[in-house]
Every structure is written in structure tokens, then in C-alpha cells.
């Protein structure tokens, strides 16, 4: 079930973007940013993949990495997270308190340990410690299908 959750803020530390030298066509390329911002689902982020590599040859890893972010958002609106921050080695996932499932966090704990920390508040968070030396969308998402 989608929760209802506005526009979701995803603020790591990764480069996603589109290259000057992949797309040169301003026009063309803010559709495209346009396009993999308004993806809703999973079919929706393949149809784009395809469409740009049709278009443009093979991806960068920064579009890549704008097309994982792009699935990240669609992960967050089914498990009620409305923000994603990067705080140094840790990500702070935002709850939407009301459509939060609470009794997951127990799950979280035994399973992270000491590298999950929930803080119950008007806005509660779960601050996740990552392993600096994987990658972030990775473990971002790997996070997200344990919530």
C-alpha cells in the first residue's frame, strides 16, 4: 500500500545527475529529469532506463545513481518515510509517525545492533550507521526492504 507522503527529500552523499557529454540538449535533458522525477512505480523507472539508453548510449554511473534515487523515493512512500538525510557515516531515515509500523524497530535493532538508533518524538527518525567503504544506495536500500 502507498502512503500518502508528499514529495519525499533524499539528501546523500552521491553524484546524480545528468553529464554535460551525456545529454548536451538542455530541453531535452530537464524532460528527462522531469520524467524520472514523476516515475510512480518500478515498470515506470525500467521504461525510462530504456528509453534513455535507447537515446543516449550507456548510462553514467551519475544517471545510474539518479535512477537508484528515483527507486529509493517509491521505496520510501511504501514504508511511510518522508526524508532521507547523510550525516557524515550516517543516514537519518524521517518517519511519518502516523503510518509508521513501530513494532519494526525491534526487528531493526537485533538485526543492526548498535548501528540503529530509533529516537520516538513528533517527528521520529531511525539513524542508521553505514559502512563507509560500500555503497551508499546500497545500503540505503538494502535498509529500507528491512523496515
Known sequence: ??????????????????PEDYIENSDIKIRIY??????????????????IIDRFGSMPKEVENLIEIARIKNICKEKAINKIIQRN??????????????SIIDKLTKEYKQNVKFS?????YITYKIDENKSIIKQVKDFLKDL
Do not use: H, R, W
Open 1 to 18: 500500500m502507498i502512503k500518502k507522503c508528499g514529495e519525499i527529500q533524499i539528501d546523500i552523499n552521491v553524484s546524480s545527475y545528468i
Open 34 to 51: 522531469q520524467d524520472i522525477a514523476l516515475c510512480k512505480n518500478e515498470d515506470e523507472i525500467l521504461d525510462i532506463t530504456d528509453e
Open 89 to 102: 557515516n550516517n543516514i537519518v531515515f524521517y518517519l511519518i509517525a502516523s503510518d509508521f509500523d513501530i
Open 120 to 124: 520516538p518524538s513528533a517527528l521520529p
